[in-house]
């Protein structure tokens, strides 16, 4: 906006309302990043109290329950996708809680198969890998929309791939997915972290704002989760 052809009284009201738009950004970034530490806390919590749960009963880990909590959160995360314009606000943040418990269930074998120090390792590298990225896709003036289609494409070749390797088992495939889907989900951290940031609108009321921030931190925590568990499969130390 070219203020110099203004009259000197409206350069103040343009100055404070743009104060306003970014103090109300800074608060709507800070809220889907709470949400989303939040829940990444539950699921870590909730995967090792139930890890500890499978050591005592190890027959667990081979029974149909198991692939109940692995299609858990798929359905979860669908509901609340497809559904969320119908919810109040509340009740997405509460499906968004008991989400992250359920994902904290299905991750629980991480911890029987990886040693524990070797997650902790993997955590803190997601960690820093994943604050950079967003930074990045927060900061940046350029526009990450032409990243989309390239990501979706490779995202939906790591779920082909995956599900081919069920078949196959192969340790050369696996290693070519965790590679691929490094570089995938740290482009979605910046994408999704920009495409988040343009959904902020000043006027939003409550409601709106409300689920907007929900939906905003199920996409950041997926991208973290997905982004962990790639780098586990690099990184990892397993169990002997």
């Given at each position: 906006m070219a203020l110099g052809s203004q009259p000197r009284w409206t350069v103040r009201p343009a100055v404070g309302a743009q104060v306003d738009i970014d103090?109300?950004?800074?608060?709507?970034?800070?809220?889907?990043?709470?949400?989303?530490?939040?829940?990444?806390?539950?699921?870590?919590?909730?995967?090792?109290?139930?890890?500890?749960?499978?050591y005592a009963?190890?027959?667990?880990?081979?029974?149909?329950?198991?692939?109940?909590?692995?299609?858990?959160?798929?359905?979860?995360?669908?509901?609340?996708?497809?559904?969320?314009?119908?919810?109040?606000?509340?009740?997405a943040q509460a499906i968004f809680w008991v989400y992250a418990g359920v994902m904290g269930l299905s991750l629980a074998s991480v911890f029987l198969v990886f040693t524990g120090e070797s997650i902790a390792r993997v955590f803190f590298i997601t960690a820093g890998t994943f604050a950079s990225m967003s930074l990045y896709g927060y900061t940046t003036q350029r526009?990450?929309?032409?990243?989309?289609?390239?990501?979706?494409?490779?995202?939906?070749?790591?779920?082909?791939?995956?599900?081919?390797?069920?078949?196959?088992?192969s340790s050369a495939i696996t290693f070519a997915i965790s590679v691929i889907g490094v570089l995938v989900f740290v482009g979605l951290t910046a994408y999704d972290t920009q495409q988040i940031k343009e959904m902020y609108f000043e006027?939003?009321?409550?409601?709106?704002?409300?689920?907007?921030?929900?939906?905003?931190?199920?996409?950041?925590?997926?991208?973290?989760?997905?982004?962990?568990?790639?780098?586990?499969?690099?990184f990892g130390t397993r169990r002997d």
């Open positions: 103090v109300g950004l800074r608060d709507y970034m800070l809220r889907i990043y709470n949400y989303m530490a939040s829940g990444l806390a539950l699921t870590g919590i909730v995967a090792y109290a139930f890890a500890q749960y499978l009963h190890p027959a667990l880990v081979h029974s149909p329950v198991m692939f109940v909590l692995m299609l858990a959160p798929l359905g979860l995360v669908m509901w609340l996708s497809y559904g969320i314009n119908r919810m109040q606000a509340s009740t526009d990450l929309s032409q990243w989309g289609s390239f990501l979706f494409m490779g995202l939906i070749g790591i779920i082909i791939a995956s599900l081919v390797n069920i078949f196959l088992a006027n939003d009321d409550a409601q709106t704002a409300g689920k907007k921030a929900v939906m905003g931190a199920l996409r950041l925590y997926l991208d973290f989760i997905n982004l962990f568990m790639m780098l586990l499969q690099l």
